[in-house]
C-alpha cells in the first residue's frame, strides 16, 4: 500500500473512531434487538423473517450480537418475491442461513470495525454466526462489507446500540450461498 493513501486510511480510521465512539455514547440501550427492531418502520421485512425463523427470542434475551440489517428497501432491492418465498416456505433453512449471515457475535461498534480496518491495511474480516466470513473496507466515508460472491452492502446507519447488542443498517442484503 503506498505510504500517502496509507495514511489516509489512517487519518480516515481515527476520525471516524472518535466519530463513532461520539454516537456510541449518546445512545439508549434500554430495548433488546428485536424490541427495537419490532418498533422500526424500515425494518418489516427483517421482523418478519426473523419471526418466521423463530429467532426473536435468541435475538431478545441472548447476545450480544452486532446486526447488519438490510432495511425494507434493501429486501425489495434484492427480490421481495424471493423474500416471501423464504418466509412462507415450509422449511426455514435457506432463510434461516440468510438471517444468519447478517449477524456477528460479540458488539461490534463502527470504531472497532474501522480499528480492525486499520490494523488490516484496509481490510478486515469478520466471521458471521452462519460461519462465512464478510469483508469490511472502506470505499470513500462508507464502510462496505462484501460477502464471499462479491456482492456488496454499504453500511447507512451505524451504531443503533442495544441492550444486548449493535446494529448496522446496510442497504443491501449479503448473501451466504447463491439465490
Same mark, same amino acid.
Given at each position: 500500500?503506498?505510504?500517502?493513501? %496509507?495514511?489516509?486510511l &489512517? ?9 463513532? &465512539?461520539?454516537?456510541?455514547?449518546? =445512545? ?15 425494518h ?6 426473523? *419471526? ?5 427470542d435468541i435475538?431478545? %434475551? ?16 434484492? =427480490? ?8 412462507? =416456505?415450509?422449511? *426455514?433453512?435457506? &432463510?434461516?442461513?440468510? &438471517?444468519t ?11 472497532? @470495525?474501522?480499528?480492525?480496518m486499520?490494523?488490516?491495511?484496509? *481490510?478486515?474480516?469478520?466471521?458471521? @454466526? ?5 469483508i469490511?473496507?472502506m ?9 464471499h ?5 454499504? @453500511? ?24
Amino acid at each position: 500500500m503506498k505510504a500517502p493513501f %496509507k495514511k489516509a486510511l &489512517l487519518g480516515l480510521c481515527f476520525a471516524f473512531t472518535f466519530s463513532a &465512539l461520539a454516537q456510541e455514547t449518546n =445512545s439508549s440501550e434500554t430495548k433488546s434487538i428485536t424490541q427495537n427492531t419490532i418498533e422500526s418502520n424500515t425494518h418489516k421485512i427483517l421482523m418478519a423473517a426473523v *419471526k418466521a425463523t423463530k429467532m426473536d427470542d435468541i435475538l431478545d %434475551k441472548s447476545g450480544p450480537f452486532t446486526v447488519f440489517a438490510p432495511s425494507d428497501k434493501a429486501f425489495e432491492k434484492f =427480490s421481495s418475491t424471493k423474500m416471501e418465498e423464504l418466509i412462507n =416456505s415450509k422449511d *426455514k433453512t435457506e &432463510l434461516k442461513s440468510l &438471517l444468519t449471515y447478517h449477524i456477528v457475535a460479540g458488539n461490534l461498534s463502527a470504531s472497532k @470495525i474501522l480499528r480492525a480496518m486499520c490494523k488490516g491495511n484496509g *481490510k478486515a474480516s469478520f466471521t458471521t @454466526i452462519q460461519g462465512k466470513k464478510l469483508i469490511a473496507q472502506m470505499d470513500g466515508y462508507d464502510i462496505v462489507l462484501t460477502d464471499h460472491l462479491g456482492n456488496t452492502a454499504r @453500511i447507512t446507519a451505524a451504531d443503533v446500540n442495544q441492550k444486548n447488542g449493535v446494529i448496522h443498517e446496510i442497504d443491501s442484503v449479503i448473501l451466504p450461498s447463491q439465490m
